[in-house]
């Protein structure tokens, strides 16, 4: 299976900041199927991005995904109160579906 | 609006079993693609199982391969998951969420989930 690794584990930045998240790809995913998701404390996962760039419906434009092969990069331009979250990537390409272990963006 | 409640999560023995619910809206369920994703609490997430919008077609992750079934009932806008001889390492927080589109299993809706302990 494919697994994937995300750095920073934590990262701490203030309201405004850009933040830029990675996820390293153990083998090479197909077609860039590459989701990332944010997790609020206690609420569901939400998608953000799927096949590496493409932005989900609802999703602000600050949000933007690149990379190929088996690096890929979220970045959060400026980063508002409700971004402050847990971060997951996942592969869409290959079965089982696997999700990175996440990065915390929290507060400097 | 879309949205995807679950039911049916609750504390059992290991070896037990459970069927779990998910009761959709807002959206024509019966053309898409749905899946179960499973989180243990402050853990990360993991692929459960997936059934296409029909119906007629299903996959496993291989830890639950064999023990669980998923299945759906389009006519009732409902989605289930039968887990027998559940193991404690099946314990955790358990999604019912909807495919992007027919095969990109990428999930752009979610429910809140449901509960599940397995513990004697």
């Known amino acids: 299976e494919i697994v994937l690794t995300q750095s920073p584990g934590t990262v701490s930045l203030s309201p405004g900041d850009r933040a830029t998240l990675s996820c390293r790809a153990s083998q090479t995913i197909t077609d860039n199927y590459l989701a990332w998701y944010r997790q609020m404390p206690g609420q569901a996962p939400r998608l953000l991005i799927y096949?590496?760039?493409r932005r989900a419906t609802g999703i602000p434009d600050r949000f933007s995904g690149s990379g190929s092969g088996t690096d890929f990069t979220l970045t959060i331009s400026r980063l508002e109160p409700e971004d402050f979250a847990l971060y997951y990537c996942q592969q869409h390409a290959t079965s089982p579906w696997t999700f990175g272990q996440g990065t915390k963006v929290e507060i400097k | 609006e879309v949205q995807l409640l679950e039911s049916g999560g609750g504390l059992v023995q290991p070896g037990g079993s459970l069927r779990l619910s998910c009761a959709a809206s807002?959206?024509?369920?019966?053309?898409?693609?749905m899946h179960w994703v499973r989180q243990v609490p402050r853990k990360g997430l993991m692929w459960v199982s997936r059934?296409?919008?029909?119906?007629?077609?299903?996959t496993y992750a291989d830890s639950v391969k064999g023990r669980f079934t998923i299945s759906r009932d389009n006519a009732e806008n409902t989605l289930f998951l039968q887990m027998n001889s559940l193991r404690a390492d099946d314990t955790a927080v358990y999604y019912c969420?909807?495919?992007?589109?027919?095969?990109?299993?990428?999930?752009?809706?979610w429910g809140r989930g449901t509960l599940v302990t397995v513990s004697s």
């Open positions: 096949g590496a760039s």
């Open positions: 969420v909807r495919d992007v589109g027919a095969g990109w299993y990428s999930f752009d809706s």
């Open positions: 059934i296409n919008s029909g119906g007629t077609g299903t």
């Open positions: 807002g959206f024509p369920f019966g053309n898409y693609w």
